[in-house]
């Protein structure tokens, strides 16, 4: 009874899927028009470019902050499985994330990505 249920939820998210595709392709627009694309200052044209240059240092400098805060996030409930949990099992593998972090950091550390101004 149940993977009937499955089956026919499966069956109903493929066509709803399917009827989806349809209409956004039926529905995009394909004329590009120049002026319309174009940043508009006022009716006259623009004094500056629209698109400044985005600094890829701080863009890297972002990255590095994601990538150490979600490793972080994934350890703190190492914290509250410490009473469930086998003590060797649970200090070896804290050791092995911390030092997977550590590395992780010495590698960016000697590439020069965490220097902001060089």
């Known amino acids: ?4 249920m499955l089956i026919i939820m499966f ?5 709803t899927l399917i009827i989806m ?3 956004s392709f039926l529905s995009k627009k394909t004329i590009v028009d ?3 694309s174009s940043p508009f200052e006022c009716g006259f044209d ?4 629209s698109r400044i240059p985005f600094s890829l ?21 190492m914290m509250i499985t410490l009473s469930k949990s086998n003590i060797m099992s649970w200090v070896l593998v ?5 030092a997977i972090l550590l590395v992780g950091l010495y590698h960016e550390w000697n590439q020069g990505a965490l220097e902001w101004a060089s």
């Open 1 to 4: 009874m149940i993977n009937l």
């Open 11 to 15: 069956i109903l998210m493929t066509i």
């Open 21 to 23: 595709m349809i209409a």
């Open 34 to 36: 120049r002026e319309k």
């Open 46 to 49: 623009p004094f500056n470019k």
């Open 57 to 77: 240092r701080f863009f890297l400098i972002a990255v590095i902050f994601l990538i150490f805060d979600v490793e972080i996030a994934m350890l703190l409930p």
């Open 94 to 98: 804290s050791m092995i994330f911390i």
